[in-house]
């Protein structure tokens, strides 16, 4: 994983279109990341539009991963919570191209996730995952607590219901004392 980067996306024409490529290639695969199969390139497009633009207004950062020009993860960080949670973000729509899964680019996306919520005086995040097929071990290898099980919380993208799993955890550089 020595030659892939991570960096902070910024609202252009080509990175909506690869935000775009990558989800539509996920909720394909079963990736439940709040869509259903198939996703259209208008749908996915819109929503990476909307994302991006909330990213422009500092409502969240979305990182991607990066194998030489290919987008080949993506993670979003969400800021724009209530003004009583400033201490807190909520990590959501992390992807890795089924091409590049077991690699490390999912742990790579979220360390550099923290590292920002650290940098923005977020020391506790939030995430929930899909009970079947989602990322609950990583998110566990990765020191997330699990709270909870919500049961047929939504459908699955190709259909029938599953339950999320509710993660959060604490960034020890980050709390206060």
């Not at 020009?69 to 969400?78: E, K, P, Q, S």
């Not at 400033?86 to 923290?114: C, D, N």
């Not at 919500?150 to 259909?159: C, L, Q, R, S, T």
């Amino acid at each position: 994983m020595s030659d892939i980067e991570i960096k902070t996306l910024n609202p252009t024409p080509e990175t909506r279109a690869m935000l775009s490529e990558i989800l539509i290639e996920t909720v394909a695969n079963g990736g439940s990341v709040s869509f259903m199969h198939p996703l259209s390139q208008a749908a996915a497009e819109a929503f990476w539009s909307n994302s991006l633009s909330a990213a422009g207004r500092g409502e969240r950062i979305i990182l991607g991963a990066f194998d030489g020009d290919r987008l080949i993860g993506t993670v979003t960080l969400l800021l724009d919570l209530p003004p009583n949670q400033p201490h807190r973000a909520e990590i959501a729509k992390m992807m890795t191209r089924v091409s590049h899964r077991h690699r490390g680019i999912a742990t790579a996306l979220l360390r550099e996730a923290e590292c920002i919520a650290i940098a923005r005086g977020r020391w506790l995040l939030v995430l929930d995952t899909a009970e079947d097929e989602g990322a609950a071990g990583l998110y566990e290898r990765m020191g997330f607590q699990l709270t909870g099980v919500i049961p047929d919380y939504a459908f699955k993208p190709h259909g029938g219901l599953t339950g999320t799993l509710i993660y959060w955890k604490r960034l020890e550089q980050g709390v206060p004392a």
